[in-house]
């Protein structure tokens, strides 16, 4: 069947280590995978997207990697801060064409504390 | 950067009654809009996929006549719950894809959402 896992336990760490989130994926393709951060009570927002032939991307402190061999992204942020604290939601695009169409992990919680 | 709507953030309304959702991109065109379902502490659940002009597509387990969505124009989805169950009450979310084309294309711009509860 398929499935999206990310990390199921709330990730705990101290403002200024790297906090770093797993999202596992079986039996999909993803031409694209895209890494979102949803505040309680808000809708998700976009960080960064990264493509089946890209090994790695980054932006400011963020960085993903994308293995199409282990079906596997790591979604890592550097020098923490209490203000990243929220969850992190990985998704992948199926579709290949402009449809864009998104399935969701179930998202990690991620507390940053001073 | 880009902008999306949902219009109201929360409504409560009797069972038996239909509830309509408003999704609107504010500062770009989008022919595609999604909407999901967000139960707490769960992911999100796309429902459909909103296509200006056409009919919209459904997800597998999900009653194109219980829940009408309607994309007249390239600012506008709606979502209209009908003859809702408390069993409806959760967190609606609407997303947009920019109409332009290229790889930034393919981020979804997501509304702040909308509670519903049914009483």
């Known amino acids: 069947s398929q499935k999206i896992e990310q990390n199921s336990e709330a990730l705990n760490i101290q403002e200024g280590k790297t906090a770093t989130l797993t999202c596992n994926y079986t039996?999909?393709?993803?031409?694209?995978l895209q890494w979102y951060r949803q505040d309680p009570g808000r809708g998700p927002v976009f960080l960064l997207l990264i493509r089946e032939n890209e090994k790695e991307k980054r932006k400011e402190r963020l960085k993903v990697t994308f293995d199409t061999t282990l079906k596997q992204s790591l979604f890592h942020i550097t020098a923490s801060q209490p203000a990243d604290s929220a969850t992190y939601l990985c998704a992948l695009d199926i579709t290949g064409n402009q449809g864009g169409k998104l399935i969701f992990g179930q998202g990690t919680e991620l507390s940053v504390k001073p | 950067g880009a902008v999306v709507s949902q219009h109201p953030s929360r409504v409560i309304c009797k069972s038996g009654t239909s509830v309509k959702i408003e999704c609107r991109s504010l500062?770009?065109?989008?022919?595609?809009m999604f909407w999901y379902r967000q139960f707490p502490k769960q992911s999100l659940m796309l429902m459909a996929t909103s296509n200006e002009g056409s009919k919209a597509t459904y997800e597998q387990g999900v009653e194109k006549d219980k829940f009408l969505i309607n994309h007249a124009s390239l600012t506008l989805s709606t979502l209209t719950v009908t003859s809702a169950h408390p069993e409806d009450s959760s967190f609606y979310i609407c997303?947009?894809?920019?109409?332009?084309?290229?790889?930034?294309?393919?981020?979804?711009?997501f509304g702040p959402g909308t509670r519903l509860t049914v009483t």
């Open positions: 039996n999909y393709s993803p031409a694209y």
């Open positions: 500062d770009f065109q989008a022919t595609t």
């Open positions: 997303s947009a894809r920019d109409s332009g084309t290229g790889l930034s294309s393919r981020e979804q711009y």
